[in-house]
């Protein structure tokens, strides 16, 4: 008890300790590794912040430079639309969904048409008419002849020539952007055909004009007002059916309301200045557009920055990427410009619009969780590792340890089991020889049987001391089997006979039982006495109440089996296996004081095995126990 208590004692301060430091090294490593990944992150945050917001000036700045040059070709997602005092002279970049002013210039005067028109609504047939707006269709000026094209088809439908009608919308259609009554003569095309196909009924071709009218309001095809934009919109959904506007259609339309509010500010305003320089911000369809300006008297020209711009920058895509970071902007009010500035305050790093003299408020937000990093993973798996390789080993050793301890208290047993043996014969043989030496015994019988029973304990001490070289030598390995073939009855009578003299001086029986005609076995013939020896030896001295035991020798299989039984003190299920272990003495034969070295069936089972065989035992305490022995037959003998 005492020694296992130390042993744990040991296991504790050996396995458990330095277990429980690991862990807790461990863990502080884990701990320090996170704060290092936040502020790497925290790094990683404000540097992409600060990049993402130089990248955001030199756009805008690009942009700004833009105002004065107005290039063919201008930047992605950005809109620059130059107005003069009668409305928008030039537009490049993103297409508008409309535009605040189209101007009138180069339309021709309405006094061009005044004769045919008289023509049209006094004659009472179409036939002078359409003959004079041939000819004005014929004419120079592609407004003039945008015009005639318009009331043409108007004739021609109105005296049921559909086919002519339709002929004079396509060539309108060649005319494409010149205006005609304020419209683009390719909208107006559009749209006449469309209207025609409708009242025919044509749905299949009224589908077709509608889809290619639609795509061109999608592309920014036509300079459009407010108004006509709504009005062909509204046309388009009625023919194809469709439904709300989508986002692409609601970015134009911002980009549009945001162009309008600046050209109505600047129609508005006295301009003492040349040339003034804005910068403002305007909602439009939940989205926010920058205005960029440069406006002089007669001039104005702003260039309109919306979300797709922002979220296509390639500066800030690839920031993002290489910084795992997310970029948001918001306004002054803090409503969301671009993304939205989600997640705890702590994985953001903000730079505001004072700080950058940027319109809005950056934020960078980290992407990747530090708690969760790799290595952190890592390095727990390894201290994990280690701490179940500290805890595996110190419990393989502290078994081991364990083991040794059986053995050497198993060792320490068998000693003081031996002297016990020795002492008994010799302490007899010593009082016999006093009394024989100094001649006290009476009567001639009497020394007689006192010489017998010097005999007897001599040959005790004879076969105890044989056993336990025997022992020896087989723990050495230096056993040295002589196998021949035996007649297995031969064998076992002639070491019961042996035995039963023993036994009988004690009044114990044997009693053999053997079946006839038993193949031979390949054995050695002194070892396989010993075994059988050994097992009635135990059946007799585990027999105290019980004065017989029985042999029974049998054919099985290919070999043969012999069965030692007694009704002696019986062996518990939990020591069965035990007993055929060096050393190894049962509680009870151990309480009941009888001696032994607990080696007998240690040598029977390795004797037993290598002949090839098995040895076993059957056993309920109180009832007694049957040991088993199984030899092949000498044919199947290896
Ligand atoms: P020993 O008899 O010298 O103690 P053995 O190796 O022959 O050593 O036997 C080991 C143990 O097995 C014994 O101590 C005893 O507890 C148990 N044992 C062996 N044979 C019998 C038996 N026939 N009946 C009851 N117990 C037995």
Known sequence: MLRSRRLFVLFVATTL????????????????????????????????????????????????????????????????????????????????????????????SPSVF??????????????????????????????????????LARNYRKSGDIPRALGAFRELGTLADTRVNGLPAGLLALQGSALLFEAL??????????????????????????????????????????????????????????????????????????????RRTVWAEDRSVLVLSRSSPDRLVVALVGPPFLQSLAELRSLRAA??????????????????????????????????????????????????????????AAIALMAVLVLGGGYLVNRAISREITVARLQADFVAAVSHEFRTPLTTMRQLSELLVHDRVSTEDRRRQFYQVLLQESDRLHRLVDGLLNFGRMEAGEIQYRFEPLDPS?????????????????????????????????????????VFWNLLDNAVKYSPDCHTVWVELAGVGKG????????GLGIPAGEQKEIFRKFVRGAASRAAAIQGTGVGLAMARQIVEA????????SKPGEGSVFTVLLPCAEHTV
């Open 611 to 618: 002949h090839g065989g098995e040895i076993s035992v059957e």
């Open 323 to 380: 910084q795992h970071v997310d970029f948001a902007l918001t306004d002054a009010e803090g409503r969301p410009v671009l993304g939205r500035p989600e997640g705890p305050v702590s994985r953001q790093s903000v730079r505001t619009a004072s700080a950058t003299r940027l319109p809005w408020t950056l934020h960078a937000i980290s992407t990747t969780n530090g708690e969760g990093s790799g290595r952190s993973r890592l390095l727990l």
């Open 490 to 530: 031969i064998l076992l009578r002639e070491v019961v006979a042996e035995f039963r003299q023993e036994a009988s001086k004690t009044g114990y029986a044997i009693e053999l039982q053997e079946s006839s005609g038993l193949p031979p076995v390949r054995a050695d013939r002194e070892s396989l006495a010993r």
């Open 201 to 278: 009924n044509k749905q299949e071709d009224l589908r077709s004009q509608a889809s290619l009218l639609d795509a061109d309001l999608r592309n920014g095809r036509w300079l459009l007002t407010r108004a006509s934009y709504g009005f062909a919109k509204e046309q388009t959904r009625r023919w194809l059916g469709r439904a709300a506007a989508d986002p692409d259609e609601r970015d134009r339309l911002a980009l549009a309301a945001a162009a309008e509010a600046a050209w109505k500010e600047w129609q508005a305003a006295i301009r003492p200045e040349p040339h003034t320089r804005g």
């Open 17 to 108: 300790a330095p277990a429980i430091g690991l862990g807790w090294l461990g863990w502080r490593l884990v701990e320090q590794d996170r704060a290092l990944e936040k502020q790497r992150a925290q790094e990683r945050r404000d540097h992409a912040a600060d990049l993402g917001a130089a990248a955001l000036e030199r756009a805008l700045a690009e942009i700004d430079e833009m105002l004065a040059t107005v290039p063919d070709s201008g930047r992605q997602g950005v809109s620059l639309v130059v107005f003069g005092p009668q409305g928008v002279l030039r537009h490049t970049g993103a297409a508008l969904a409309f535009y605040p002013a189209t101007s009138a210039a180069g339309e021709p």
């Open 560 to 567: 043969i089996r012999v069965h030692v039984r007694d009704r």
């Open 114 to 151: 005044a004769a045919v028109e008289a023509l049209e609504f006094q004659s009472p047939g179409p036939t002078g008419a359409i003959r004079a707006l041939n000819e004005l269709a014929q004419a120079k000026d592609p407004a003039v002849r945008g015009g005639a094209l318009v009331r």
